[in-house]
């Protein structure tokens, strides 16, 4: 229990409008748009990439031709996701109401805390997509 502590307390800070609400926050888009774009540039470095197959190979039964394919999928999604295209993680969609102007939106990021449970066959890429 004192080991995921410090995770449920993390959760709790979260607020419930999340932290990747575009009407509050909408310089974390840019920033995350940056980050993907480092990770691909980082990714591209052959320590790196071995490091990720390596660590990959170590958690899972995969050849290392698999895993290799499997960070080489993950680093083309960071390549194209990077710079404006994180803007559309706050895509929205709208419905018309029953009355004249009225429209029902829905709004595409986490509201509150959230957590993912991975794949075991492809621990990265899956979440990372």
């Given at each position: 229990?004192?080991?995921?502590?410090?995770?449920?307390?993390?959760?709790?800070?979260?607020?419930?409008?999340?932290?990747?609400?575009?009407?509050?926050?909408?310089?974390?888009y840019l920033?995350l748009?940056?980050?993907?774009?480092?990770?691909?540039?980082?990714?591209?470095?052959?320590?790196?990439?071995?490091?990720?197959?390596?660590?990959?190979?170590?958690?899972?039964?995969?050849?290392?031709?698999?895993t290799?394919g499997?960070?080489?999928?993950?680093?083309?999604?960071?390549?194209?996701?990077?710079?404006?295209?994180?803007?559309?993680?706050?895509?929205?969609?709208?419905?018309?109401?029953?009355?004249?102007?009225q429209?029902?939106?829905?709004?595409?990021?986490?509201?509150?805390?959230?957590?993912?449970?991975?794949p075991?066959?492809?621990?990265?890429?899956?979440p990372?997509?």
């Open positions: 229990m004192d080991e995921i502590d410090p995770f449920v307390q993390s959760l709790l800070d979260t607020p419930k409008t999340g932290l990747h609400n575009p009407f509050k926050n909408k310089e974390r920033m748009g940056e980050v993907s774009r480092k990770l691909a540039e980082v990714m591209h470095e052959k320590e790196t990439f071995d490091f990720f197959v390596d660590c990959t190979m170590r958690s899972i039964p995969k050849s290392r031709a698999q290799e499997e960070i080489r999928v993950t680093r083309a999604f960071f390549e194209n996701f990077s710079g404006d295209q994180v803007r559309f993680l706050c895509e929205a969609k709208q419905t018309p109401g029953d009355h004249t102007g429209f029902a939106t829905g709004y595409r990021w986490p509201f509150g805390a959230v957590g993912v449970i991975t075991f066959n492809f621990p990265l890429e899956i990372v997509l």
